[in-house]
Every structure is written in structure tokens, then in C-alpha cells.
């Protein structure tokens, strides 16, 4: 069974650029979510995907998106970036809604710098 | 909006020592509540689940309690070693909108 895995693990983009952030789900995982972690701080959630479709959204402008596919495979992208951007960003996977008896597991994480 | 918060912030102790770590949720109406660990620059490694049926979970040395009605939560780390330092997360599921973490407590064990 392999477990969740991000790439790439590290990333320097400029202010204004966007970014791509790519997630492999744990085998038998159909729901994807993903979490922004500045340095310090606990890591708070951006959006969820459940069987290609946002499942729900957290306190994150228009310009953070992302797609779910058939394999149930995740982006997350990130438009106009700006220096507040730079943090580590995780990918979660789980069975079902988040509402099930299983948890979630977590990638390592892309750590994203905005220069 | 749930709030979760977790106590203390910072903590060093002594090798062998038993030790807790705390955390404490505004909104009762959880699915399940989760410890995890989580090392300097890395992803995050589950460490127990509790259900919110449950009272509490055990994996070796790590007990988790739940207290749902008064919204609260402790991790206790028995005889702890220099290899359990690392940043404890608590984080509960509310729904749709996944999980909500604290700020965590970065614990160093002194050799």
C-alpha cells in the first residue's frame, strides 16, 4: 500500500507567477484535501476534493484552485503569487468525506517560497 | 466556527519523564479528533484516532483521551525518549470541511 506523495518537495517561484503543486492519494482514497502550514502556525485547510468535485472550501481567495482526477490524483494551483504565499503545503487523502472511521494521511509536503 | 487550541506551546523535559499534552476544541459536533506528529520541515505522521464515540486510543506509549462535552483532549506520552521531540498537531473533523488544527506543542526531550 503506498501512502500519499507530493511533488516537487521544494519550490522557488517569484512574486506574481503561478505554481503548480501535484498529490498521488494513498491507494483506495477517493477524497483529496489540501492545507496551507506557515511557519509556526498549525496547518489550515484550503479546499477538498471528493470524486473530482470541490467538497468544500476553507477561508482562501479565488486565486488558490485546484483539480481532482479520475484516479483521484490532486492539483492545487496557486495564481498571482504573492510573499504570503510562501509556506509548506500539504495533501491529505482519505476514504470517503472526512466523516469516516479512518483519518486522514498526509503527504511530506511541497515547501513553497515566494521571492 | 471551531476553534481548537493546545497547551502548552512549548515544552522540555527530561528523558523518562511521563508527560501531556493538551487540547481543547470550541465545537463539540466533531466526527473524530486526531493526534499527530509532525517533524522540523516535514509532513505530518498520524498518531492516533480517536472516534467520537470514543473515549480513548492507545499505541505503545501513547495514550489519547476525548472528552467530547467539554471539548477537550490530552496525549499522554509515557517515559518519553530524546526520539519523541518533535512538533504534537491535535486536529478535529468537523464535516465537510475536513480537518481543523491547532498551533501544536513543540516538545524536546533532553537526553
Known amino acids: 500500500e503506498t501512502g500519499v506523495t507530493q511533488s516537487p518537495t521544494h519550490l522557488i517561484k517569484t512574486r506574481g507567477q503561478q505554481v503548480t503543486l501535484r498529490c498521488s492519494s494513498q491507494?483506495?482514497?477517493?477524497?483529496v484535501s489540501w492545507y496551507q502550514q506557515a511557519l509556526g502556525q498549525g496547518p489550515q485547510f484550503i479546499f477538498q476534493?471528493?470524486?473530482?468535485?470541490?467538497?468544500g472550501r476553507g477561508n482562501f481567495p479565488p486565486r488558490f484552485s485546484g483539480l481532482q482526477f479520475p484516479n483521484y490524483s490532486s492539483e492545487l494551483n496557486v495564481n498571482a503569487l504573492e510573499l504570503d504565499d510562501s509556506a509548506l503545503y500539504l495533501c491529505?487523502?482519505?476514504?470517503?468525506?472526512?466523516?469516516?472511521?479512518?483519518?486522514?494521511?498526509f503527504g511530506s509536503g511541497t515547501r513553497l517560497t515566494v521571492v | 466556527k471551531q476553534e481548537v487550541t493546545q497547551i502548552p506551546a512549548a515544552l522540555s523535559v527530561p528523558e523518562g519523564e511521563n508527560l501531556v499534552l493538551n487540547c481543547s476544541f470550541t465545537?463539540?459536533?466533531?466526527?473524530?479528533l486526531q493526534w499527530f506528529r509532525q517533524d522540523p520541515g516535514k509532513g505530518l505522521t498520524s498518531l492516533l484516532l480517536?472516534?467520537?464515540?470514543?473515549r480513548e486510543q492507545t499505541s505503545g506509549r501513547l495514550n489519547a483521551s476525548l472528552d467530547k462535552s467539554s471539548g477537550r483532549s490530552t496525549l499522554y506520552i509515557a517515559a518519553s525518549q530524546p526520539g519523541d521531540s518533535a512538533t504534537y498537531l491535535c486536529?478535529?473533523?468537523?464535516?465537510?470541511?475536513?480537518?481543523?488544527f491547532g498551533s501544536g506543542t513543540r516538545l524536546q526531550v533532553q537526553p
Open positions: 491507494s483506495g482514497h477517493n477524497t
Open positions: 480517536i472516534q467520537s464515540s470514543q
Open positions: 476534493y471528493y470524486r473530482e468535485e470541490e467538497n
Open positions: 491529505a487523502s482519505s476514504s470517503g468525506l472526512g466523516q469516516t472511521n479512518y483519518g486522514y494521511t
Open positions: 465545537d463539540s459536533a466533531i466526527y473524530n
Open positions: 486536529a478535529v473533523s468537523t464535516g465537510r470541511r475536513a480537518l481543523t
